[in-house]
Structure formats: structure tokens, C-alpha cells
């Protein structure tokens, strides 16, 4: 039974198979007919001849021939046009593909049905592209601006003229944005303009939002300390060869004395005041991260000296203004306490130029500048009428001369009239050439010259690798004859980003700098200045005229002297060579962590040359007797110190060095945190080696010899040409950190530290490694939210700061120095000397500071300024000792004076218009400082030391500033003889007392106690632009040029016209003494040994009434001026004319420098920077051109 059901089940399912299986063969039978017909219906061919027909009357055509219906929408066919068909046995599908290419129209076949459908064509993207040009607000071409479209990476940069051409997809909201270093960033909306005029507006905040410290570059958001910065191109003097030159009257709490119009001067620049009295004064210069190096190894005296003879150039001499990008100067602790035991009197960085995104830019900048000369006009001397009158005068008053008068002078012809050698009609015609004859001197030394400086640089790269090459020549003319500066530079820059991980920056520059001039035996300005005008510079027949003079060093002839002569026959030079190299790595190591590494040699050459042949008045004088008078054979030429041949001295000074820094760097944002940490190590070694040698016998016609002189006499006196030496180097480690930590962009945090280790002190264990730091806070109170409101307010911060920093004295040493001198003439062994002696507690000195401030910014940046005061306290300054001449030195240098200064600074800049056609800005800086010596020992100078420095200016005196004058209280005129009165301590008017019995008072510091400057700039269609320069220093006085040089009146001098109004008689009322002649003097001269007054034994410079009278408080006058220091006048050519002449850019300058100053009258057109010794800055006349292609 089972079996048997079994059966009947599978018999069932096999007829349900058998079923299905016969639909399927059913279905596919019918499918093959239907497959089979349509393919028979396509496959059929059709013949067409028609001509100028519609789609319709095509396709009935084709259903006669074929019987297919066609479905198609009216539409789809009306817009297609009439067209002809001529076609033979055509497939269908063919030829409808055929007849409908193109216009829309897909034939789709069903069943005997064509249908007839609208082709859904895909939509390409539509490209847009966008042409535009980028100019700055006085029309210029912007080359190298960044082109982004928001919210893309899609962009460009512009060309040479500013252009750019942009490709991309239209959108319906198309957004560019505009960058450029330096200028105002700017989104504008593209909306189908065929050409774009874009113009980027100067951001003159954008200086203050990145600050350079040479350590790192910050945003000035992150920054609390006191910083000042500038552009280059803004403080930019033509004509003028270093960056030093231009900064006066530009930095708020920076003092820049130009104290000499030579070409090559170095100002002296003071930041805050002075914070050391025996240490070096000047700040730290610092480029593209690095310190630099003197070129010599000047002494610390060397550097502060106010009398302009450090005239070699300073570090950064040989370096190219128009390299330079900014300079900023660091003032507070918080901003220079990471450079330890050298910036307690500032630091200056300097950041040079780099490559720019885009192709390469040729730029050239080119001057030429007249230089004007001294004139008689601008100074009260006397001319030869003048001259004349007063011999006149003082020979009728039975005065006798200084000296046995000679030359064309009034008491030299006189004399001759006296001894019955002319007659008086002869003398009469004589002394009538004399007051006609008016010789001008400042026209014979000094010249009116065209100098040029020519600056070409080529900068361009891509993202990756950006480059900066420049060439520099500059030949700078000085106002006296053979006073001349050239000087070469070139410098090359490259930065590259290989990756977003690895970059770095390759840098090497030279420079060779050569000054010539008159040698330090010789002032032309002092000579044009006190020489008598009736006396001729030539003979009639063109030799040189000849003044004669005592030979000094025999007293036993007299020798002629002609200064034109010596200026032929004397004169010295220098050349300097430099080169730098650099080469910074950065490396990202992680997420806000990376490392840089900056590696940077030096090395330079200086070249010395003082020379005076044997025909010059400076050999003569040495000789005894003119050049030729004697031979070897005479008495005189074995008793001469120099019997033939001049005198060179030569000097070379190799310098070399190298900085290794290592810093690692950490900056992150977590969330309003925002924290930056960085810690590092530097290495600086610096080493000076050179000869300087004086030699006697030069003989340089016949090709730099030197003959070799054995007289007794020279053997006695110089003992033959010997070298002199100098080996020295200084050693530096050390260690560094910096902090910073803002939080929600309102309150900021900075903190720095650094520990030095030099072999310049510290040789005791606890004065090695004593550290410099500081500590900063700032508050952005702008930020806050309850001055959200005030949108007149763009900034509002107030910072403060506290720190240590030091310095060093480059003279000073905490070892034992032994110098190896001169043989002994009996032994013929070396003789040691001790060069410097030992102080194992020498330490270096240490100035606390604080600063608290004040920036702001209204009214959309149109009123800006700044506010800062501060109190430096300076102890364990380095004092000099004088010690027992058995120590083998005369000076000791230890730790035990202290200073304080204080005081405040500020500016204000204002956008006083802004239109369309007219920008007219102006700016205002200004610094006070007051100074005071809080402790001095003094106890081992002796009273005479004490009072010359007291008049000098140089003596440390508790409870006053440094640089403090002093000067003998003058008490009148004594109206029975004329001569100077002065008052003793008693109160008495005196004109004989003892030294220590006459009065002295205070008149106040040769360093003024404010300066500053302001500047105006009005540009008219930002083409025109016309700016104009002061700057401004008081509180400050100065010594008068001497009235009287001696206590007698030498004929061939010329003197102020301040002499016609001296005192004549009883009941004048006059500040200027009578001359006196001998006979009155001897009578007036005390006779006491040590006398103020004994000419035998008294001190040098005071042995007469007449020289107290050039040190007293009558001949001290307020060094304050005001100086118009630049006019400038620029025209920026316009577009259509660049484009006609091919070019991007082309500015045109007019500037004039130094047009007047403003001084007290008592100067009489003196300039009291230079208090009346040195060339003063004279008018200059520039014209330049800046051209870019």
C-alpha cells in the first residue's frame, strides 16, 4: 500500500511538469514570432526623394512605404525646420537617426510603433572666466597678490601689471578674495563684469598684527611687551647709505644723534637712555634672526664717544637699504630679556626682503643726489674788512700777539710798516687788498657734488620655492674734498617648502665698503671755520701759499703749512669686506610641534690706511726743517727724529664667527587656549685677530717702500717700526625659553628666560650662569563684551611687563691678560706686560625694569597711538678704579655703581582726510627720558681728575644724570680792565683763586631728556604725494666752540663776530671780555704752585682766566633743535603710460633733506649735534626713480 501511494505522487508531479513545461515552449514561440516581426518591421528599407519638407510629410511618406505608425507630441517636431531627403532602399532606423541628428529627436521602436521622444541631453558645466587687475590706492600695479575663490582652493596670483586670469565653473554665488602682504585683505563678488578693477587699501595695522623679535615672529595680538616697528620704504632717505641715518625723529623712545655729516659717521643711538656708564651704550643689532658683529674691535669708549670720531661704520654699515623689509626695535625687558647680557640698551631687528608668489619681478631703484656746501653764510665769522678792523683795534689798544706775526695779515704788514720796510702809501694799499681779499675757504675745502646710488633686485617662485636676488652700488660724496664713501653689496635669499613637514631658508650677502678721507691731523671744517679770509690759498703764480708755523717738536724754525698741501700729502682710508651666510631649517615634528635649527658664519676684512708723506706739514713738524733743506752730511739731518721719508700707518682686522641655534616649538589651540612654548640652546663665537704698524721712512714714489732711518735720534724716539697685535674673542652659551598664552583673545600671557655663559665674567662659579627674564600681561578690552557696542573703538589694550636684563663691558675681563711686549735692551729678553687685570667677581650688569601701557585704535584705525611709561633700575654697573701703578695698570674694572631711568613715551597717527581725490595723514612720536646716578664711587680720583671730568662731562656724580656738565660760574665783566670774573665758593667774584676754591655749577646733561619727531603726508588722486619730515630733541646742553683757543690772539686765525662786541671801555655792557697782551697777563696770573692759573705747573687747559671763560656757564648753550629733516615729492605714472612703455610700475621722487634747523641763537648757525666741531648734515638735493618689469 505504501508503495503503491508512493507512486501516484510522483505521477502527479510529472504531469505538473509536463504542463508547465508546454506554457514555456508556447511563450517562446510567441516570443520569437513577435522578435522575428519587429526585426522584419527595422529591417525595412525605404526610398525618399523630397525636397523642402516637414517632419510630418517625412514621416507619412515612410508609413505609405512601410505601414509603421509613428507616436510623437506636436511639439517635439514643429521647431524643427523644412529640410530635403534624398535617400535610396534606406534601413528606417537609419535613416531616421539620420534625419533627427542633432536636433533633439530619439526614435524609440515598440510593436510596430516608432515613437518619437525629446532627447534628455546632460548639462555640462558652464566655465566662466574672470579677467581682472589688483592696483594699491596711488594706481600702481600690484604684482603677486593671492586671487582665491571663497570657499575653494581655486586661485591665482597676479602678474607684473597687476592682472590675472581666472577659469572656473559659473555658480550663482561667485566670491574672490584678495591678499597681499602688507595691505588690507578684500572679498569682492564677481557678477559677469568683463574686467575687474580691484584696489587694496595699505593696512597700516598690518605691521602691528606680526611682530618680528628675531627669536620668533608672534601675531601682536600674542605680544605684551614694548615694541616699536617700521617699514623700510616708509622712513626711506635717498642719498643716504645706512638704515642707521634714517631712523631719527621715527621710534618713539629712541634717541639717534647724527653727530658728523661725513658720509660714513655712525650716529649715536640711545633706546630709553643710558643704562651703563663705563659699558657699551649702543643697542644690539640684529638681521634675519642674527646678531651681528662690529667689523673692528672697538672699545666700549670707542662707541660712546660723543665726538664723532668713530667714524669706521657700525655692524650694519655694509648692508643695503633697499634690502630691508621692516625694522623693529625691542625696548622693554619682556621684549629683549631673550637676548640676555647684551640688550639692556635695546635691540634693533632687521628683517630683509624675500621672494613673492608669482612671476619673476625686476625692480630697479636709482638716485642722484647734489650735496651743498658749507657757506660763510650760515656761521657769524668775521670776513677780511671785518678781520682787518679788529687787528686794527687791538694794536691801537697796545695788545700784543700771539705769536710773531706772519703772512698776509694786518699785524704782519703793520710790522713791516714799523720797521720802515714798506711805506705808508704801501701799507695802505696793502691792508686795502687785505679787506678785499675775502678768501673763502669753505668753497677752497668743501664742494658742492652729485652722488648716485643704483639698487636692481629680481624676486618671484611659486608656493614652493620662493627667491630674492639684489645688487646694490652706491658712490656717497662727503662735503669736504677727498671725503668719499663706495660701497657694493648683493644679496641672495631663498625660501623653500619642500613639504608641509620640511622648509627652510638659505641666505648669503656681501658687502665691501671703501672710505677715504683727510687724516686725523687735519680738519678742513675747523680750518675753513677759524682761518683768517685775508690770507690767499695760492700765489699769484698758482704754487700754494705758505703760512709758517713754530716746528712744535725743536721749537727751533719755522715751517710753512698750506691745508691744501697737506690734504695732498696726508689723508687716510678704509675698506671693509663682509660676508654672511645663513642657512634656517624648519621641520614640523608633529601636531603644533616642530624644530628650527639656524646655522649662521661670518667673516669680514678691515683695511687701515693713515698716511702723510715726507713733504707734509705733519712730517715737517717732526723732521724740524723743511723738506730738502738739509742732507746727510749736515748736523741737522743726524739730530732730526725723521730725517727723510713720511710716515703709514696700516691696520688689518680679521673678524669671524658663527651663531648655532637649536629650538624646539610648540603652539596649539584648545579651543579659547590658545598656548605657545619654546625652549632652546645657542652657541655665538666671535674672533677678532689683526697688525697695526706704524712705519717711519715711507717712501711711497718709489713703490711703498720704507727706507730704513738709523739716526741716533729717531733710534731714541721710536726705536723702530714694531707691530702692534690684537688676538681676542668672546665665547657665549646659552640657554632660552619663551611662553605665551592668550585666552579668548583677550588676556595674554608672556614670559621669557635666558641663561648666559660667557668668558667675558663669571670665572667665580656663582656669577656663571645668572639668568635674565621676564613677565608680561595684556588685556584686550575691546574684546570684552561690554564694548561690543562701541564700534568706534577698533582696539583698546592695556599691557605691563617686568624683567632683568643685562650687560657687558667688552673691555672688561675676569682673567689675568699678559702681553708679550718689546725686547730689553740690556737681557734682550721679550718684556711681559700685563694687558688686563684680574677680577674673578666681575659680573655683569643688571637693569630691572618695568613698563606699563596703553595702545588703542578708533575710528576705523583713522586715530591710532600708544602710551608707555617705565623705571629701569640699573645695579652692579661696572666702574674703573684706579689702582697702584705696581699692578702694571692704571685700571681696575669692578661691579658697584647703580642708575635709574625713567620715564615715558607715546604716539598718535591720524588719518585726518580720506576721500576720493585727497589722503592726508599725520603722525606724532615723542620720548622723555630722565636719568640718575644713584650711586658713584669716586673716592680714588684725584681733584684734578675730578674737575676735568666734571667739565667734560664724564665725571659719575650721585643724584645727577650721566653725561652731567659742569662749568665754572662766570661773574661778569671787571669793567677797570675787561677781563672775565668768576665766583669763588664764597660767593666772591674772583679773578685769582686757587682750584678748589672756584665754583661750580651744574648745567645739565649732554643727553637730551626729550625727542621725537613727527611727519605729514598729503597724496592727491593717489598719483601726487608730498610728505614732509621733523624731528625734534630738548633738554639737553652743550659747550660753544671755544672763544678764546689761547690766551693771546694769533693773526692767522678768524674769529666770531662776536669779537666786535667785546668790552672797550669802562660802562660797556657786554658778556664778551676784552683781548688782553701779555704784560696784563703776567701781572694777572696767580703765582702759587698748583694754581688753577700757574701756566708752569697748572692744569692743562686752565692755566689762563681766558680758558675759564670757554669752561664756564656763559659758553654753555641748550643743545635743543627742531630740524626739518626731509621734503619729498613723488608721482606715481599713470596706467595708460606703463602700459605704452611696457612696464608694471614707475614712481618719480623729489626730495630735499636737512632745509633748516631751529636751534638757540647763542649756536649762531652752528648745528648743535655736531656742537659746532665736526660737518654738519648739510642740504640735500635727490632725484630717484623706482621702476618695476
Known amino acids: 500500500m505504501k508503495k503503491s501511494g508512493e507512486c501516484k505522487g510522483n505521477l502527479r508531479s510529472a504531469q505538473k511538469i509536463f504542463r508547465v513545461m508546454k506554457m514555456m515552449c508556447f511563450l517562446m514561440f510567441v516570443l520569437l514570432v513577435q522578435v522575428r516581426g519587429d526585426v522584419v518591421a527595422q529591417n525595412q528599407v ?15 511618406e515612410i508609413k505609405e512605404q512601410t505601414g509603421i505608425r509613428f507616436m510623437y507630441k506636436s511639439e517635439y517636431v514643429e521647431a524643427i525646420p523644412r529640410f530635403d531627403v534624398h535617400v535610396k532602399e534606406r534601413q528606417v532606423l537609419a535613416l531616421l537617426d539620420e534625419v533627427f541628428a542633432g536636433k533633439g529627436i530619439k526614435c524609440l521602436y515598440d510593436n510596430g510603433v516608432i515613437v518619437l521622444t525629446k532627447v534628455q541631453q546632460r548639462k555640462e558645466p558652464e566655465e566662466v572666466v574672470i579677467k581682472g587687475i589688483v592696483k594699491d590706492e596711488r594706481e600702481q600695479p600690484l604684482p603677486g597678490v593671492t586671487v582665491l575663490i571663497k570657499g575653494t582652493t581655486i586661485g591665482v596670483a597676479t602678474d607684473l601689471k597687476g592682472e ?14 584678495f591678499s597681499f602682504i602688507g595691505m588690507k585683505s578684500r572679498e569682492v563678488r564677481w557678477t559677469g563684469q568683463k574686467m575687474l578693477h580691484v584696489v587694496l587699501q595699505d593696512d597700516s595695522h598690518d605691521m602691528e598684527e606680526v611682530v618680528v623679535t628675531g627669536y620668533q615672529t608672534i601675531s601682536r595680538r600674542e605680544s605684551a611687551s614694548a615694541i616699536s616697528t617700521v617699514k623700510a620704504k616708509d622712513i626711506m632717505v635717498q642719498g643716504v647709505g645706512s638704515i642707521d641715518q634714517m631712523l631719527q625723529g621715527r621710534i618713539p623712545g629712541m634717541m639717534v644723534l647724527n653727530t658728523s655729516g661725513e658720509p660714513s659717521a655712525t650716529p649715536k643711538i640711545r633706546i630709553r637712555g643710558n643704562a651703563t656708564i663705563n659699558g657699551n651704550k649702543s643697542p644690539v643689532w640684529v638681521v634675519d634672526g642674527v646678531i651681528l658683529e662690529q667689523d673692528v674691535p672697538f672699545t666700549a669708549s670707542d662707541i660712546n664717544s660723543e665726538d664723532a670720531e668713530y667714524l669706521i661704520g657700525n655692524a650694519i654699515a655694509g648692508l643695503n637699504p633697499q634690502d630691508i623689509e621692516t625694522i623693529t626695535v625691542l625696548k622693554d625687558a619682556s621684549a629683549t630679556a631673550i637676548y640676555g647680557v647684551k640688550a639692556a640698551n635695546g635691540v634693533i631687528v632687521i628683517t630683509t626682503k624675500k621672494g613673492v608668489v608669482g612671476r619673476p619681478v625686476i625692480s630697479y631703484n636709482g638716485n642722484l643726489t647734489l650735496n651743498t656746501r658749507p657757506s660763510y653764510k650760515n656761521y657769524h665769522r668775521m670776513n677780511s674788512q671785518e678781520r682787518v678792523l ?38 695802505e694799499q696793502k691792508v686795502e687788498m687785505l679787506q678785499r681779499r675775502n678768501t673763502d675757504w669753505f668753497d677752497l675745502l668743501f664742494r658742492s657734488d652729485v652722488t648716485h646710488t643704483h639698487a636692481l633686485n629680481v624676486s618671484g617662485g611659486t608656493e614652493a620655492v620662493k627667491y630674492y636676488v639684489s645688487a646694490g652700488y652706491s658712490n656717497i660724496e662727503g662735503a669736504a674734498r677727498g671725503s668719499d664713501s663706495e660701497k657694493f653689496s648683493a644679496l641672495a635669499k631663498v625660501d623653500v617648502e619642500y613639504n608641509e613637514y620640511l622648509g627652510f631658508t638659505a641666505k648669503i650677502d656681501y658687502a665691501t665698503t671703501s672710505n677715504t678721507g683727510y687724516s686725523s691731523v687735519v680738519n678742513p671744517f675747523d680750518y675753513a671755520y677759524s682761518t683768517t679770509r685775508t690770507m690767499p690759498a695760492y700765489n699769484e703764480d698758482g704754487s700754494y701759499y705758505m703760512s709758517y708755523r713754530a716746528a712744535g717738536s725743536t721749537g727751533r724754525d719755522y715751517i710753512g703749512y698750506n691745508i691744501l698741501k697737506e690734504l695732498k700729502n696726508t689723508g687716510k682710508s678704509s675698506k671693509m669686506d663682509d660676508f654672511n651666510a645663513l642657512l634656517a631649517l624648519r621641520l614640523k615634528l608633529w601636531k603644533g610641534l616642530k624644530y628650527e635649527g639656524t646655522f649662521s658664519w661670518h667673516t669680514g676684512n678691515t683695511n687701515t690706511r693713515d698716511w702723510a708723506t715726507a713733504q707734509s706739514y705733519k712730517v715737517t713738524e717732526i723732521r724740524g726743517y723743511e723738506y730738502g733743506a738739509y742732507t746727510e752730511y749736515d748736523p741737522e739731518f743726524s739730530d732730526s727724529r725723521l730725517p727723510y721719508g713720511g710716515m703709514l700707518t696700516q691696520g688689518s682686522t680679521r673678524k669671524s664667527g658663527y651663531t648655532l641655534r637649536n629650538m624646539l616649538s610648540y603652539s596649539h589651540l584648545f579651543g579659547i587656549h590658545d598656548v605657545s612654548v619654546s625652549v632652546g640652546t645657542e652657541a655665538r663665537r666671535n674672533e677678532y685677530k ?7 721712512g715711507w717712501v711711497p714714489e718709489f713703490g711703498e717702500m720704507f727706507s730704513p732711518v738709523e739716526t741716533p735720534s729717531y733710534i731714541s724716539t721710536y726705536g723702530g717700526n714694531k707691530p702692534t697685535n690684537t688676538n681676542s674673542f668672546t665665547q657665549v652659551a646659552s640657554f632660552f625659553g619663551i611662553a605665551s598664552y592668550c585666552y579668548d583673545n583677550r588676556y595674554v600671557f608672556n614670559a621669557n628666560i635666558r641663561s648666559d655663559g660667557s668668558n667675558k665674567f663669571g670665572s667665580d662659579p656663582k656669577y656663571r650662569w645668572l639668568p635674565t627674564y621676564s613677565f608680561a600681561v595684556k588685556w584686550i578690552a575691546s574684546n570684552e563684551s561690554f564694548l561690543e557696542n562701541a564700534k568706534w573703538i577698533n582696539n583698546l589694550s592695556f599691557r605691563g611687563s617686568y624683567g632683568i636684563q643685562g650687560n657687558i663691558h667688552e673691555s672688561a675681563t675676569p682673567y689675568l691678560i699678559v702681553t708679550v711686549g718689546d725686547r730689553d735692551g740690556v737681557t734682550g729678553l721679550p718684556i711681559s706686560k700685563i694687558s688686563k687685570l684680574p677680577n674673578p667677581d666681575l659680573r655683569w650688569e643688571k637693569t630691572k625694569s618695568w613698563n606699563a601701557a596703553v595702545d588703542f585704535a578708533l575710528f576705523d584705525g583713522r586715530v591710532k597711538g600708544g602710551f ?9 654697573l661696572i666702574m674703573s678704579k684706579q689702582v697702584a701703578a705696581s699692578t702694571g695698570q692704571n685700571v681696575l674694572y669692578y661691579n658697584a655703581g647703580k642708575m635709574v631711568n625713567k620715564g615715558f613715551e607715546g604716539f598718535v597717527n591720524l588719518g585726518l582726510v580720506n576721500n576720493r581725490d585727497w589722503d592726508w595723514r599725520f603722525g606724532f612720536n615723542f620720548g622723555r627720558n630722565v636719568n640718575e646716578i644713584t650711586l658713584a664711587n669716586r673716592d680714588d680720583l684725584s681733584e684734578a681728575t675730578v674737575v676735568d671730568q666734571m667739565l667734560a662731562g664724564t665725571l659719575a656724580v650721585e643724584g645727577q644724570p650721566i653725561g652731567s656738565m659742569y662749568a665754572y660760574r662766570f661773574a661778569g665783566i671787571n669793567q677797570d680792565n675787561g677781563y672775565p670774573l668768576f665766583y669763588a665758593k664764597n660767593g666772591q667774584k674772583v679773578h685769582r683763586a686757587l682750584r678748589q676754591d672756584l665754583e661750580l655749577v651744574h648745567c645739565g646733561s649732554i643727553f637730551p631728556k626729550l625727542s621725537g619727531g613727527f611727519d605729514t603726508q598729503v597724496t592727491f588722486k593717489k598719483v601726487l604725494s608730498l610728505s614732509l619730515n621733523f624731528a625734534y630733541s630738548t633738554g639737553s646742553v652743550s659747550r660753544l666752540p671755544k672763544f678764546y683757543d689761547s690766551y693771546t690772539i694769533d693773526p692767522l686765525t678768524n674769529l666770531s663776530d662776536e669779537w666786535l662786541k667785546c668790552w672797550k671801555q669802562a660802562g660797556d655792557n657786554t658778556i664778551y671780555p676784552a683781548p688782553y697782551n701779555s704784560t696784563d697777563m703776567k701781572n694777572y696770573l696767580a703765582t702759587e704752585t698748583g694754581s688753577v692759573y700757574d701756566i708752569s705747573e697748572g692744569i692743562s687747559g686752565h692755566s689762563d682766566p681766558y680758558n675759564l671763560y670757554n669752561d664756564s656757564d656763559i659758553r654753555v648753550a641748550k643743545a635743543d633743535f627742531l630740524k626739518l629733516k626731509m621734503v619729498a615729492l613723488s608721482y606715481s ?19 630735499v633733506t636737512n632745509l633748516f634747523t631751529i636751534a638757540d641763537k647763542k649756536w649762531k648757525g652752528l648745528d648743535p649735534e655736531t656742537n659746532g666741531a665736526n660737518i654738519p648734515a648739510l642740504p640735500t638735493y635727490s632725484f630717484g626713480i623706482n621702476v618695476s618689469f
Do not use: W
Not at 590675472?164 to 578674495?177: G, P
Not at 703772512?407 to 713791516?416: K, L
Not at 608707555?868 to 652692579?876: E, H, P
Open 46 to 60: 525605404v526610398s525618399v526623394d523630397m525636397k523642402n519638407c516637414s517632419v510630418e510629410e517625412f514621416l507619412r
Open 164 to 177: 590675472f586670469t581666472l577659469t572656473t565653473v559659473r555658480q550663482d554665488s561667485l566670491t574672490l578674495q
Open 390 to 427: 679788529f687787528s686794527r683795534q687791538l694794536i691801537e689798544s697796545n695788545m700784543n700777539f700771539g705769536r710773531v706775526p706772519t703772512g698776509e695779515t694786518y699785524e704782519a704788514v703793520y710790522e713791516q710798516l714799523m720797521s720802515k720796510q714798506i711805506s705808508q702809501a704801501e701799507f
Open 690 to 696: 689683526g697688525v697695526s704698524t706704524t712705519g717711519y
Open 868 to 876: 608707555d611709561i617705565y623705571r629701569k633700575n640699573t645695579s652692579d
Open 1133 to 1151: 605714472v599713470p596706467q595708460n603710460v606703463l602700459d605704452f612703455l611696457h612696464i608694471s610700475s614707475m614712481l618719480v621722487r623729489f626730495q
